[in-house]
Protein backbone atom coordinates (compact mmCIF):
# COMPACT_ATOMS: atom_id res chain seq x y z
CA UNK A 1 0.00 0.00 0.00
CA UNK A 2 1.60 3.57 -0.93
CA UNK A 3 0.17 6.61 1.04
CA UNK A 4 1.73 8.98 -0.81
CA UNK A 5 -0.66 8.73 -3.89
CA UNK A 6 -3.15 10.10 -2.08
CA UNK A 7 -2.45 13.81 -0.62
CA UNK A 8 -4.83 14.04 2.62
CA UNK A 9 -3.18 17.83 2.94
CA UNK A 10 -4.85 18.57 -0.40
CA UNK A 11 -8.78 18.46 1.20
CA UNK A 12 -10.53 21.44 0.86
CA UNK A 13 -14.18 22.49 1.75
CA UNK A 14 -16.41 22.33 -1.25
CA UNK A 15 -19.90 22.59 0.49
CA UNK A 16 -22.26 21.99 3.53
CA UNK A 17 -25.28 20.10 2.40
CA UNK A 18 -28.90 19.57 3.97
CA UNK A 19 -29.94 16.65 1.72
CA UNK A 20 -27.68 14.55 -1.09
CA UNK A 21 -29.84 16.74 -3.70
CA UNK A 22 -27.01 19.45 -3.14
CA UNK A 23 -24.55 17.50 -2.88
CA UNK A 24 -21.67 17.75 -6.01
CA UNK A 25 -22.24 14.92 -8.97
CA UNK A 26 -22.45 11.65 -7.46
CA UNK A 27 -19.47 10.20 -9.45
CA UNK A 28 -16.01 8.87 -8.40
CA UNK A 29 -15.25 8.16 -4.71
CA UNK A 30 -16.43 8.75 -1.50
CA UNK A 31 -15.29 7.79 1.95
CA UNK A 32 -18.14 8.98 4.99
CA UNK A 33 -17.37 9.67 8.50
CA UNK A 34 -20.07 8.44 10.43
CA UNK A 35 -21.23 8.31 14.21
CA UNK A 36 -22.52 9.75 17.15
CA UNK A 37 -22.74 13.27 18.12
CA UNK A 38 -19.13 14.08 19.49
CA UNK A 39 -17.62 10.66 18.78
CA UNK A 40 -14.93 12.78 17.31
CA UNK A 41 -15.78 12.80 13.37
CA UNK A 42 -14.76 16.61 13.06
CA UNK A 43 -11.59 15.94 14.95
CA UNK A 44 -10.55 12.80 12.89
CA UNK A 45 -11.21 14.50 9.65
CA UNK A 46 -8.97 17.45 10.82
CA UNK A 47 -6.05 15.00 11.85
CA UNK A 48 -5.96 13.21 8.89
CA UNK A 49 -6.17 15.86 6.33
CA UNK A 50 -3.28 17.95 8.95
CA UNK A 51 -5.80 21.03 8.82
CA UNK A 52 -6.73 22.17 12.07
CA UNK A 53 -10.52 23.62 11.53
CA UNK A 54 -11.54 21.82 8.45
CA UNK A 55 -14.50 20.28 9.98
CA UNK A 56 -15.67 22.69 12.58
CA UNK A 57 -15.67 20.42 15.67
CA UNK A 58 -17.53 21.76 18.82
CA UNK A 59 -17.66 21.06 22.33
CA UNK A 60 -21.34 21.58 22.01
CA UNK A 61 -22.83 18.32 20.94
CA UNK A 62 -25.20 17.41 17.99
CA UNK A 63 -24.02 20.97 15.78
CA UNK A 64 -22.81 19.05 12.78
CA UNK A 65 -26.44 18.93 10.76
CA UNK A 66 -25.23 19.59 7.42
CA UNK A 67 -23.05 17.22 5.31
CA UNK A 68 -20.36 18.08 4.51
CA UNK A 69 -18.19 17.76 1.78
CA UNK A 70 -14.50 17.82 1.41
CA UNK A 71 -12.57 17.18 -1.61
CA UNK A 72 -9.01 15.70 -2.26
CA UNK A 73 -8.61 15.84 -5.65
CA UNK A 74 -11.25 15.53 -8.69
CA UNK A 75 -13.90 12.63 -7.75
CA UNK A 76 -11.94 12.07 -4.45
CA UNK A 77 -14.24 13.11 -1.67
CA UNK A 78 -13.80 12.62 2.32
CA UNK A 79 -17.84 13.22 3.87
CA UNK A 80 -18.62 14.71 7.64
CA UNK A 81 -22.06 13.06 7.94
CA UNK A 82 -24.51 14.81 10.99
CA UNK A 83 -24.08 13.05 14.00
CA UNK A 84 -26.77 10.83 14.93
CA UNK A 85 -28.15 9.14 18.56
CA UNK A 86 -28.05 12.93 20.16
CA UNK A 87 -30.88 12.74 22.08
CA UNK A 88 -30.86 16.30 23.35
CA UNK A 89 -31.90 18.26 20.17
CA UNK A 90 -35.78 18.69 19.49
CA UNK A 91 -37.36 15.79 18.03
CA UNK A 92 -38.67 17.55 14.85
CA UNK A 93 -34.40 18.24 13.87
CA UNK A 94 -33.58 14.77 14.40
CA UNK A 95 -35.77 13.52 12.26
CA UNK A 96 -35.05 15.76 9.32
CA UNK A 97 -31.15 15.34 9.74
CA UNK A 98 -31.36 11.70 10.31
CA UNK A 99 -33.72 11.47 6.83
CA UNK A 100 -30.63 12.80 5.19
CA UNK A 101 -28.36 10.41 6.56
CA UNK A 102 -30.58 7.49 5.77
CA UNK A 103 -30.60 8.67 2.21
CA UNK A 104 -27.12 9.60 2.04
CA UNK A 105 -26.16 6.20 2.37
CA UNK A 106 -28.38 4.29 0.67
CA UNK A 107 -28.63 6.32 -2.32
CA UNK A 108 -25.16 7.22 -2.83
CA UNK A 109 -23.41 5.60 -5.80
CA UNK A 110 -20.31 6.86 -4.93
CA UNK A 111 -19.84 5.89 -1.25
CA UNK A 112 -17.24 3.55 -1.42
CA UNK A 113 -16.37 2.96 2.43
CA UNK A 114 -17.48 4.10 5.64
CA UNK A 115 -15.89 5.24 8.84
CA UNK A 116 -17.66 4.97 11.77
CA UNK A 117 -16.49 6.34 14.43
CA UNK A 118 -16.97 5.29 18.31
CA UNK A 119 -15.74 6.25 21.67
CA UNK A 120 -13.14 3.84 22.93
CA UNK A 121 -14.74 4.26 26.29
CA UNK A 122 -18.54 3.09 25.40
CA UNK A 123 -18.34 1.80 21.41
CA UNK A 124 -20.75 -0.36 20.06
CA UNK A 125 -24.11 1.39 21.23
CA UNK A 126 -27.13 -0.22 19.37
CA UNK A 127 -27.12 2.26 16.63
CA UNK A 128 -23.94 1.63 16.08
CA UNK A 129 -24.38 -1.73 15.77
CA UNK A 130 -27.16 -1.28 13.55
CA UNK A 131 -25.24 0.95 11.13
CA UNK A 132 -21.79 -1.54 11.10
CA UNK A 133 -24.46 -4.40 10.38
CA UNK A 134 -26.46 -2.42 7.38
CA UNK A 135 -23.02 -1.70 5.83
CA UNK A 136 -21.77 -5.34 6.03
CA UNK A 137 -25.61 -6.00 4.15
CA UNK A 138 -24.37 -3.08 1.77
CA UNK A 139 -21.27 -4.79 1.50
CA UNK A 140 -20.04 -1.37 2.44
CA UNK A 141 -15.93 -1.79 3.80
CA UNK A 142 -15.80 -0.16 6.99
CA UNK A 143 -13.39 1.37 9.19
CA UNK A 144 -14.53 1.13 12.87
CA UNK A 145 -12.45 3.78 14.57
CA UNK A 146 -12.08 3.65 18.42
CA UNK A 147 -11.51 7.42 18.98
CA UNK A 148 -10.46 9.44 22.11
CA UNK A 149 -7.86 6.47 22.60
CA UNK A 150 -5.50 8.49 24.60
CA UNK A 151 -8.03 8.26 27.47
CA UNK A 152 -6.83 4.99 27.87
CA UNK A 153 -4.11 3.48 28.69
CA UNK A 154 -2.07 1.05 26.07
CA UNK A 155 -3.08 -1.98 27.93
CA UNK A 156 -6.65 -1.16 28.25
CA UNK A 157 -6.99 0.32 24.73
CA UNK A 158 -5.69 -2.63 23.25
CA UNK A 159 -8.12 -4.72 25.04
CA UNK A 160 -10.40 -3.00 23.73
CA UNK A 161 -9.53 -3.05 20.27
CA UNK A 162 -9.40 -6.65 20.65
CA UNK A 163 -12.71 -6.71 22.13
CA UNK A 164 -14.45 -5.01 19.38
CA UNK A 165 -12.69 -6.99 16.75
CA UNK A 166 -14.36 -9.87 18.50
CA UNK A 167 -17.48 -8.23 18.63
CA UNK A 168 -18.06 -7.38 15.22
CA UNK A 169 -17.38 -10.57 13.62
CA UNK A 170 -20.72 -11.43 13.97
CA UNK A 171 -22.08 -9.32 11.02
CA UNK A 172 -19.39 -11.12 8.37
CA UNK A 173 -18.25 -7.72 6.63
CA UNK A 174 -15.09 -6.02 5.94
CA UNK A 175 -14.98 -4.39 8.88
CA UNK A 176 -11.90 -3.30 10.25
CA UNK A 177 -11.19 -2.09 13.84
CA UNK A 178 -8.71 0.44 14.72
CA UNK A 179 -7.37 2.80 18.08
CA UNK A 180 -7.66 6.07 17.01
CA UNK A 181 -6.88 9.53 18.99
CA UNK A 182 -6.84 12.84 17.00
CA UNK A 183 -5.43 14.48 20.33
CA UNK A 184 -2.44 12.20 20.36
CA UNK A 185 -2.05 11.17 16.18
CA UNK A 186 -2.49 7.71 17.34
CA UNK A 187 -3.73 5.20 14.85
CA UNK A 188 -3.66 7.46 11.86
CA UNK A 189 -1.32 5.80 9.20
CA UNK A 190 -3.41 2.82 9.76
CA UNK A 191 -6.14 4.86 9.00
CA UNK A 192 -5.03 6.63 6.25
CA UNK A 193 -3.83 3.79 4.77
CA UNK A 194 -6.88 1.99 4.85
CA UNK A 195 -8.26 4.95 3.33
CA UNK A 196 -6.38 5.30 0.17
CA UNK A 197 -6.63 1.53 -0.15
CA UNK A 198 -10.63 2.49 -1.09
CA UNK A 199 -9.80 5.77 -2.77
CA UNK A 200 -7.48 4.34 -5.26
CA UNK A 201 -10.08 0.95 -5.95
CA UNK A 202 -11.56 1.13 -9.11
CA UNK A 203 -14.31 3.30 -9.32
CA UNK A 204 -17.29 0.81 -11.05
CA UNK A 205 -17.43 -1.31 -8.13
CA UNK A 206 -20.47 -0.65 -6.30
CA UNK A 207 -21.98 -2.04 -2.95
CA UNK A 208 -25.68 -3.13 -2.79
CA UNK A 209 -27.73 -0.96 -0.55
CA UNK A 210 -30.64 -2.10 1.35
CA UNK A 211 -33.35 -0.42 3.40
CA UNK A 212 -31.68 1.76 6.59
CA UNK A 213 -34.97 3.91 7.48
CA UNK A 214 -35.52 1.96 10.23
CA UNK A 215 -31.91 2.10 11.87
CA UNK A 216 -31.27 5.61 12.21
N1 LIG B 1 -9.15 13.47 24.39
C1 LIG B 1 -9.61 13.53 23.15
N2 LIG B 1 -10.68 14.31 22.85
C2 LIG B 1 -11.14 14.33 21.58
C3 LIG B 1 -10.53 13.55 20.57
N3 LIG B 1 -11.22 13.75 19.41
C4 LIG B 1 -12.22 14.62 19.71
N4 LIG B 1 -12.18 14.97 21.00
C5 LIG B 1 -13.09 15.92 21.68
O1 LIG B 1 -14.43 15.43 21.60
C6 LIG B 1 -15.35 16.49 21.34
C7 LIG B 1 -16.16 16.20 20.06
O2 LIG B 1 -15.30 16.16 18.94
P1 LIG B 1 -15.85 16.44 17.46
O3 LIG B 1 -14.73 16.12 16.54
O4 LIG B 1 -16.45 17.79 17.35
O5 LIG B 1 -16.99 15.32 17.37
P2 LIG B 1 -18.14 15.10 16.26
O6 LIG B 1 -19.40 15.64 16.86
O7 LIG B 1 -18.23 13.63 16.10
O8 LIG B 1 -17.71 15.80 15.01
C8 LIG B 1 -14.52 17.76 21.26
O9 LIG B 1 -14.55 18.40 22.51
C9 LIG B 1 -13.12 17.25 20.95
O10 LIG B 1 -12.13 18.10 21.40
C10 LIG B 1 -9.37 12.75 20.91
O11 LIG B 1 -8.76 12.05 20.09
N5 LIG B 1 -8.97 12.79 22.21
MG1 LIG C 1 -18.60 17.22 13.89
Given at each position: ??N?????????????????T???????????????????K?????????Q?????????PG??Q??????????????D???????????????????????????R????????L?DI?H?????D??????A???????L?????????????????????????????????????????F??????????T????Q??N???D????????
Amino acid sequence: MDNKQINFNSAHFITSAPDITQMPEDSGIEIAFAGRSNAGKSSALNAITQQKSLARTSKTPGRTQLINVFELSEGKRLIDLPGYGYAKVPEQMKLKWQAALSEYLQKRESLKGLVVLMDIRHPLKDIDQQLLQWACESRLPVLALLTKCDKLKPGARQSEVLKVRQAVKVYGGDIRVEAFSSLKFLGLDQAKAILTEWLLQDENSKPDTNQLDDIL
